[in-house]
């Protein structure tokens, strides 16, 4: 900013001791202050004895850390792609796109599947919440919201409404109705309220709660009939991006990644931070429970995916490769959990063997990256929605093909 | 809000965090591993990303092509 002038008074009373004398012009947390050089010293004093605090504190952060890294590192005897080692290998994928969903006028941020496999709900920079029917590409219903930047998009385990919110630091829920005249904007419901951009939504197991991140720093659980605030999860020291509940069997606990690098592993009811992960290098855009509900996975900008397993409490996989540099946005297991999709900000979708931790495959066709992968619930198709406008949803190519080509040779 | 709280409050935030964390129980990553491998062997003969879904299941397959003109 140096092409910018501004007054600096250089004599006058002093903001502290109010002593006229020559003032220094200092910024104190970007505040623009005028001392006098005495107050300045004073200050200089005691900003040491907090510093030393600071650096105390510091220290014994960094000790933590270290035996925190020492215990985990007693229980690593092996590692899972040696354990892993005497499977076979997945057979060569047929993976192609069937669908390509266009209808967005603008960057296409999230989407979610409803249960019964074939609907999905997508959100856009355009403002726009659209809802598909997948297999005729029909759309059978689309909301306006009043922000731009539709960042988080769910569909409600019931099928009968959609949560979506983004810049509006809110997290809105509309009922779906079978009436294609009704305006469904009307029927708005408002349920979170955070101080920062939302970032990522769910339902937890009914209707009647949600889960919500935001860029405050935050996760939240509501109540949508009243709006209440039912727990608040405090930890992150950055934006949180990405959120995913447990799969039911296993309890009430979420993950949670942020722009602080860490993947933290959180208890609903009591609002504990149970598990925290720390060995990205960068943010954590996007966190998926393993079907097994005992591991998770998260994609990051420093362009790994990573597998922690909860119950040895340490990563236990990295999915990276020297050519792959773009950071990953989004990434989803397939049903029995060998596959693992990610998309990245290249406008490809990896696929890695989770077990043996190779990459298997790639999905083309995106014209710009990739900013949600999801898999449906039955594990039949993945759908991948992307900044060039489109979703696509892809499916792997039947058996019977085979069949009728040994029986021609 | 982690941008409204000073530096030594993030701190001391983090402490106790890791303070609870040092005493969280742990199994040996073998162990695991081996449950993760059986878990995914046992359901990966029916996924159907990795063995495909037959024509006749398959509502996305679409037309062969060609027109009906009456």
């Keep these: ?409 | 809000m982690a941008r409204d709280m000073t530096d030594k409050e993030i701190l001391k935030m983090e402490l106790d965090q890791l303070k609870k964390e040092v005493s969280t129980p742990r199994t040996p990553v073998g162990a695991n591993c081996q449950e993760t491998i059986s878990f995914v062997e046992g359901l990966a003969a029916d996924d159907p990303l990795i063995k495909g879904v037959p024509d006749d299941k398959n509502p996305y397959k679409g037309d062969k092509g060609g027109c009906i003109i009456t």
Aim: aromatic share 8%; charged share 20%.
């Design chain 1, 1 to 409: 900013m140096c092409d910018q002038t501004f007054m600096a008074i250089t004599f006058g009373p002093c903001d502290n001791c109010s002593t006229t004398s020559p003032l220094m012009n200092i910024y104190i947390k970007n505040e623009p202050t005028n001392y006098c050089s005495f107050c300045v010293e004073m200050m200089a004093c005691q900003g040491l004895l907090k510093g030393e605090t600071l650096a105390s504190l510091k220290n014994e952060s960094e000790s933590l850390k270290k035996k925190l890294e020492e215990e985990r590192a007693k229980l690593h005897d092996v590692e899972l792609h040696q354990v892993a080692e005497k499977i076979e290998v997945v057979s060569a994928l047929s993976i192609k796109t069937r669908r390509v969903l266009k209808g967005h006028g603008n960057k296409v941020l999230c989407m979610d599947w409803c249960k019964d496999k074939r609907r999905l709900v997508s959100s856009s920079q355009d403002g726009k919440v659209i809802v598909w029917d997948g297999f005729t590409l029909n759309k059978e219903h689309a909301v306006p919201m009043p922000c731009t930047w539709v960042m988080a998009c769910a569909y409600a385990p019931s099928g009968c409404a959609i949560a979506c919110g983004g810049l509006d630091n809110k997290c809105s829920v509309y009922p779906l109705s079978l009436d294609k005249n009704e305006n469904l904007a009307a029927k708005k419901k408002s349920v979170a309220m955070h101080t920062n951009y939302l970032s990522g939504c769910t339902f937890t197991n009914s209707d009647m709660q949600i889960l919500t991140s935001s860029g405050d720093g935050t996760c939240a659980l509501w109540d949508v009939e009243s709006g209440q605030l039912l727990q608040s999860f405090h930890g992150h020291t950055a934006d949180v991006l990405s959120l995913d509940l447990a799969p039911s069997e296993t309890g009430n606990t979420f993950v949670s990644g942020g722009c602080d690098k860490k993947a933290n592993v959180w208890d609903m009811r009591s609002g504990q931070n149970v598990q925290s992960f720390e060995t990205h290098e960068s943010d954590i855009n996007c966190v998926k429970y393993y079907p097994s509900g005992d591991a998770f996975a998260s994609a990051s900008d420093d362009a790994t995916c990573r597998l922690y397993d909860l119950r040895a409490d340490r990563e236990v996989a990295v999915y990276q490769k020297d050519s792959i540099i773009f950071g990953v946005s989004s990434l989803d297991f397939s049903l029995s959990g060998r596959l693992l999709f990610g998309g990245y900000n290249d406008y490809t979708i990896n696929i890695w063997d989770v077990l043996k931790g190779n990459r298997v495959s790639m999905l083309f066709g995106h014209e710009n990256r990739v900013s949600t992968v999801k898999v449906s619930p039955d594990g039949t198709s993945v759908c991948s929605a992307s900044w060039d406008n489109t979703l696509r949803v892809s499916r792997a190519l039947g058996m019977p093909w085979l069949l009728v080509l040994y029986s021609l040779t």
